[in-house]
């Protein structure tokens, strides 16, 4: 397996080689989930919601998708 | 399983070129809408609506459905995996979630190509309907900023199945 083939969209090798976990060195026993992903998943729900809301309250509620 | 360094060149090549047509082709979409709920000209309005559908259909859709096979083969298909690192399963999540609302919403679309195929629309005519498809539009574009954001940057940080995964790896490898 060459390291080329590890690759994904840039040029950036796999994260292995970059000794990834988000939280710091790899070798620890206790898994934390990365700050980033916390913030990213709130504001990913929170998104979903209002867009959940605005679709089916506001749009469908006003009249709904047909005439 | 791994695959081959030229099979994961091609396919990476197809991941990249469908994301990045996808993107590009919504944002021209969003152009089409915007130009279709505030023109004054009833041709610009219904030449644009007619665009849309053609443009949904025959280069949104499938480029959206080309992205999500191609990130997922290209998951599968090298060490990166599925759900071993949290940005690869937001994408996957962003990338399900405007496939699924481009599809629920290809009825409106259709709907107003077809009005617009036999009436000429009016500025307020179906004010609600026009609106949305601006909207579904704009969603569309800052999800499919923020999956290519996250290509790029990839930000580090395992999931709880990839990090017990690795350590799993590292006691075979390191006995």
């Given at each position: 397996m060459t390291e080329e083939d590890t690759r994904m969209a840039d040029l950036t090798s796999y994260p292995d080689k970059r000794n990834d976990?988000?939280?710091?060195?790899?070798?620890?026993s206790t898994y934390r989930t990365p700050r980033w992903v916390k913030v990213f998943g709130i504001i990913l729900i929170v998104a979903l919601v209002l867009v959940f809301l605005v679709q089916h309250l506001v749009f469908e509620g006003m009249g709904g998708h047909m005439p | 399983m791994i695959m081959s360094p030229r099979l994961h060149k091609f396919v990476l090549t197809a991941h990249i070129t469908s994301s990045v047509g996808w993107l590009g082709s919504v944002a021209g979409f969003l152009v089409l809408a915007v130009a279709g709920l505030t023109s004054q000209d009833s041709q610009l309005i219904r030449a644009a609506y007619l665009a849309m559908e053609l443009v949904a259909s025959f280069v949104i859709v499938p480029l959206s459905l080309a992205s999500l096979l191609t990130g997922l083969v290209q998951a599968l298909g090298?060490?990166?995996?599925?759900?071993?690192h949290y940005w690869i399963v937001f994408k996957l999540v962003i990338n399900i979630a405007s496939s699924l609302l481009l599809l629920v919403h290809m009825q409106p679309i259709t709907h107003l190509a077809d009005i617009a195929a036999r009436t000429t629309l009016a500025r307020g005519d179906y004010f609600l309907m026009r609106v949305q498809l601006v909207a579904d539009a704009t969603y569309a574009v800052v999800a499919l900023l923020v999956a290519t954001t996250l290509s790029v940057y990839k930000p580090r940080g395992m999931t709880r199945y990839g990090w017990s995964k690795q350590r799993k790896q590292r006691m075979v490898s390191q006995p």
């Open positions: 976990t988000g939280v710091g060195p790899n070798h620890g | 090298t060490k990166w995996g599925l759900f071993r």
